[in-house]
């Protein structure tokens, strides 16, 4: 049974920086690819960054240079470090496991951007 399980949202003020965790269970977490989606308000949810099992990171171009996605693999755990946030960041954000087969989805972090 897989289980990931998100932290790190709240609300912020625009240009402040928020640092997302996801810390999974389960030994499935080795060798796959980690990501984050999010959805904001009448949106359909988006894939902004996803990560290797090597480390090899990308991410949707709204997003390159202000979110960074970082994963421990001995702490099973992916970090995203979101900087210069913006109200149009506002979204639950998702954290999902890639295992080839099944894709396995946390319950979701509200971020909130407003001053």
């Known amino acids: 049974q897989v289980q990931l399980v998100e932290s790190g949202g709240g609300l912020v003020q625009p240009g402040g920086s928020l640092r997302l965790s996801c810390a999974a269970s389960?030994?499935?977490?080795?060798?796959?690819?980690m990501g984050w989606y999010r959805q904001a308000p009448g949106k359909e949810r988006e894939l902004v960054a996803s990560?290797?099992?090597?480390?090899?990171?990308d991410y949707t171009e709204s997003v390159k240079g202000r979110f960074t996605l970082t994963r421990d693999n001995p702490k099973k755990t992916v970090y995203l470090q979101i900087n210069s946030l913006k109200p149009e960041d506002t979204a639950v954000y998702y954290c999902?496991?890639?295992?080839?087969?099944?894709?396995?989805w946390g319950r979701g972090t509200q971020v909130t951007v407003s001053s």
């Open positions: 999902v496991l890639s295992s080839g087969v099944t894709t396995y």
């Open positions: 389960g030994s499935i977490f080795v060798g796959k690819t």
């Open positions: 990560i290797t099992s090597g480390g090899m990171a």
